[in-house]
């Protein structure tokens, strides 16, 4: 049979793709619309289990990381089925009536030929102490092993390379269990990145039988142009994948709007889904300071927007951590000094310079906005840079607080938009600037120099190496960074990557990746490429106009930060989309809101079935696994308006106690309004 063209529905793109199929063991590509064109070629038992091997055979390592990897990817698998139907032009051939007949269910019969997998075995090649396996620690992962630094070969960090392979029984009833799948990693976030590959060759695929409305889980490869001759067992997918670049990351800003856990916790699990790995949380800002502190506990107390509903606890900080840590994701805080400032202030008003009639103006490069300090006017008010107490300020913070909170080796300390205009409001720095001879147009980079300086030696103390945005170029002292330091490029010209690394700085980029730039499709931002050098780049979601309300769209909707997670990650993405790129794109939104509830909007037309569980507006209420017969139950539950097709509405318990307290009264304002008449009529 002629194959047409096939693609994985893999995002991001994997590095390579080997598969062979016999013939006649799989479905036929025009029985289903699977994405990319992908053949079934077996199926997945609800009593798929997992074996994980190691060198040393009397520990396994990381047990309590993977098992939790394997038992939300056996989740989605079973419990979410997975329903995307791509759009195909049938105008023109080789759609016509002859050769385009889609089948959207498939016999029982037909899919009990399939060969049925039910293991699947881990392989980690080395154990460098990724994870905490005495009791306490139940074996997870430990979160400051996901970011190790640099080191002698250049910065670097944990091995996220995998590899998935896929054997297959030919014969379909006494060899069934031969068919496996192995996954050989580097590392522990190695396996649980080929899980998340592994789960996109996943689809549901629902059974022709009016009595039975179950599907089963298929799993989807290409199928070869040569087939390969019938053996016992044999090898049908192998799949071969690393990342580009090793800082692949997602700035969230929470200050602008204060963002529940919940919802945080839900981007983080989006992340892992696009092989993400650095949430950077842009923890405060001018307008508020949500970040609790036991050192000083005016700051949200004053500085939040409100001090007990708008607030990360040290509680809250270690479970999100934790949290991203079992999704292999980093959390790397930034606390944006000494610009951005004016909520460290509220409570400690000797921290900060102010500037009330220059906020008021909303100063925002030479253009004037009056009373708009909602949007950046108050963006301007700093710290003060020539009181000792800023700089003991600081370090109590981050050495009690911030530090212990984030153990990852990096913190994001800002150093961007230091506005002269505000500075030169204070008596104190306008001495500074007369003793030193500096004018009004050079006086902020000497005195940002110095900051940053002190600022460093804190750092230093508590073995954390910065990440700056690259406005502190340019300032005295530059040179003086930290080995490790990263400038992360968000405004400037080409040149700014290469200054940044004369200077032994490493690059991570931003621009042209701002989410908040919603003009921007996804094609955009698939076209920027990353610098030469550069470690890696970030997406950047700034939080003005946006909260937990559009946060799903505004950050996965459209395709754009799935378009950054190819180009940062994929080794072979195209230098430009192509319609390869655009198949595999659909099902990966799809998946976002069918798997994970994220509420990522499509990037063009196509069928995504409404199967979110959390809300009461999709087509199934429910879904069941019957671990018997290793199918997955549908629970239809129409969400149709009764009233819109003529239907005789259900109403339950308390419409009927709503109504009928209704009826009641309204017959007893009949009867007193009778009754008040009569005796009127009387007298």
């Known amino acids: 049979m002629a194959h047409q063209q096939c693609t994985l529905p893999v995002w991001p793109a994997p590095k390579n793709v080997e598969s062979k199929t016999p013939g006649g063991t799989f479905l036929p590509i025009e029985r289903l619309h699977l994405p990319g064109n992908s053949v079934a070629a077996a199926t997945l038992d609800t009593t798929l289990h997992l074996e994980i091997l190691h060198d040393k055979e009397f520990n396994v390592p990381c047990r309590g990381f993977l098992m939790k990897a394997f038992e939300r990817f056996k989740t989605r698998a079973f419990s979410k089925p997975f329903l995307y139907r791509e759009f195909r032009y049938k105008g023109e051939a080789p759609y016509t009536d002859s050769n385009f007949t889609a089948f959207y269910s498939v016999p029982r019969s037909e899919l009990n030929q399939l ?109 070869s142009r040569t087939t390969q001759a019938a053996t016992s067992t044999y090898k049908a997918l192998f799949l071969e994948d690393a990342p580009l670049h090793a800082w692949r990351g997602l700035l ?258 931003s621009l042209g990746w701002y989410l908040d730039n919603v003009g921007k499709s996804w094609v955009d931002f698939y076209n920027v490429k990353v610098p030469a050098g550069a470690v890696g780049g970030e997406a950047c979601s700034w939080g003005e106009h946006s909260n937990h309300l559009n946060m799903d769209q505004r950050i996965f909707g459209r395709g754009r930060l799935a378009a950054v997670a190819e180009r940062l990650w994929s080794q072979t993405a195209a230098d430009r989309p192509n319609p390869t790129t655009i198949k595999r794109l659909g099902a990966t939104l799809c998946r976002m809101n069918q798997e994970r509830d994220i509420g990522a909007g499509p990037a063009y037309p196509d069928f995504c079935a409404p199967l979110r569980v959390h809300d009461s507006d999709g087509l199934f209420e429910s879904h069941n696994v019957n671990s018997t017969s290793g199918t997955v139950t549908q629970v239809y539950e129409s969400k149709k308006n009764p009233f819109e097709y003529g239907e005789t509405p259900q109403l339950n318990e308390n419409w009927t106690l709503i109504i009928s307290s209704i009826a009641s009264f309204q017959i007893l304002t009949f009867f007193l309004k009778k009754t008040r008449k009569h005796f009127r009529n009387s007298a």
Not at 118 to 142: H, P
Not at 145 to 169: A, F, K, M
Not at 190 to 200: F, K, N
């Open 252 to 509: 969230v800003d929470s200050a602008r709007h204060f963002l529940p856990l919940k919802d945080l916790k839900r981007l983080v699990s989006g992340l892992e889904a696009l092989k993400f790995n650095v949430l950077h949380w842009h923890l405060a800002d001018a307008q508020s300071f949500p970040f609790v502190s036991k050192t000083w506990p005016k700051l949200s107390e004053k500085g939040a927007y409100d001090p007990i509903h708008g607030v990360y606890t040290p509680e809250d900080v270690a479970e999100l951590v934790r949290y991203a840590a079992d999704m292999g994701v980093r959390v790397v805080p930034e606390m944006d000094v000494p610009g951005h400032t004016s909520s460290w202030g509220v409570g400690y008003p000797e921290l900060t310079i102010r500037c009330p009639k220059e906020v008021h103006e909303d100063w925002w490069g030479n253009r004037r906005v009056p009373l708009s300090l909602d949007e950046h006017g108050v963006d301007i008010e700093t710290l003060n840079p020539l009181k000792n107490f800023t700089y003991e300020f600081i370090e109590a913070l981050f050495i009690n607080d911030v530090f212990p909170a984030f153990p990852d080796p990096f913190i994001h300390v800002g150093g961007d938009e230091v506005f002269p205009r505000c500075l030169q409001t204070s008596p104190e720095i306008n001495l500074w600037m007369q003793s030193k001879g500096l004018g009004r147009t050079n006086f902020v980079k000497e005195l940002q120099g110095m900051f940053e300086a002190r600022l460093m030696t804190i750092l230093k103390k508590g073995n954390k190496l910065p990440v700056m945005w690259n406005d502190v170029l340019g300032m005295k002292g530059q040179e003086n960074l930290p080995k490790g330091a990263i400038i992360q490029w968000w405004n400037g010209g080409n040149g700014v990557p290469q200054q940044a690394q004369a200077i032994g700085a490493d690059v991570i980029a």
């Open 115 to 223: 060969p049925q997998i039910a293991a699947l075995t881990i392989v980690v090649r080395n154990n460098e102490g990724w994870c905490d396996d005495t009791n306490e620690g139940g074996g997870n992962i430990r979160p400051e092993i996901l970011g190790s630094g640099p080191q002698n070969e250049g910065y670097r960090t944990v091995d996220e390379s995998y590899e998935i392979s896929v054997y297959l029984s030919s014969e379909s009833t006494s060899s069934q269990t031969r068919s496996n799948i192995q996954i050989v990693s580097a590392s522990p976030v190695g396996a649980l990145r080929a899980l998340s590959s592994l789960g996109q060759l996943l689809h549901s695929v629902p059974i022709d039988d009016q009595k039975d409305s179950s599907s089963v889980v298929t799993l989807g490869i290409c199928p």
